[in-house]
């Protein structure tokens, strides 16, 4: 399998996995299938779209207008199944695949546009979780990416490993399977054991006024 087709196909992936997650919040907000299927759209290509617009490329989705079916068909089946797929723990599930698979497709892009492994590092958790907030706040929801939870640090964890790996001159398949598998499992134990990062103590004496 070439490298293009092995990351064409992780970016569809992540579309659909990550748009299944938009349709079933939308499902649990109680929206009509058209409000699902647009909230469906935000976490599916919002992160890949602001990528490329900081990175000066065509926005994807506009070279390529057949994508848009897969974070559609997402929505449709998550309209469909709600009784099966629209559980709290199934979405932070889905959603630790979609971050996992967006963080190395956001990564490999920058790194092939001749960027350095810091900016490359930065697309990739782009990539990951801008759409995913847009989602968040649009369903009126805290955004995962505020909270406590181990969420940006693990795509930023699985975006360093795919550029680490690469850098030192290794197959891409193996830095794909490597970036996004440390992504899930950092995100996936954070989720099987509640870890959370650390949050600043209240330290404002009573009556103190910060303003």
């Given amino acids: 399998m070439s490298p293009e087709l092995l990351l064409s196909g992780f970016d569809a992936l992540g579309i659909f996995v990550f748009g299944l997650s938009g349709g079933l919040m939308a499902v649990r907000q109680k929206f009509d299938i058209l409000g ?3 909230i469906a759209f935000l976490p599916a290509i919002g992160g890949g779209t602001l990528r490329d617009i900081l990175l000066d490329q ?6 390529q207008p057949k994508i848009l079916w897969v974070p559609t068909v997402a ?6 199944s709600p009784d099966r797929l629209s559980r709290i723990r199934s979405l932070k599930w889905i959603d630790a ?3 996992a698979l967006f963080a190395v497709v956001g990564a490999s892009k920058a790194l092939e546009l001749g960027y350095g492994a810091s900016i490359a590092i930065m697309m990739g958790t782009i ?4 759409g995913g907030l847009m989602r968040d706040v649009v369903c009126n929801e805290t955004p995962l990416l505020l909270r406590q939870d181990v969420y940006a640090t693990a795509a930023i964890a699985g975006a360093g490993t795919y550029v680490a ?10 830095a794909l399977l490597l970036g996004a598998g440390l992504c899930f499992i950092i995100r996936g134990l954070s ?3 509640e870890w959370n990062l650390p949050v600043p ?11």
């Fill in 58 to 63: 065509p926005v994807f989705w506009l070279t």
């Fill in 75 to 80: 929505g449709i089946l998550a309209f469909l």
């Fill in 165 to 174: 790996v690469r850098l030192l001159g290794l197959d891409q398949f193996l």
């Fill in 127 to 130: 990539t990951a979780t801008a």
């Fill in 97 to 99: 695949g979609g971050l």
């Fill in 36 to 38: 699902v299927i647009l």
């Fill in 191 to 193: 989720l099987r054991f």
């Fill in 201 to 211: 103590k209240d330290t404002t004496a009573k009556g103190d006024d910060i303003t």
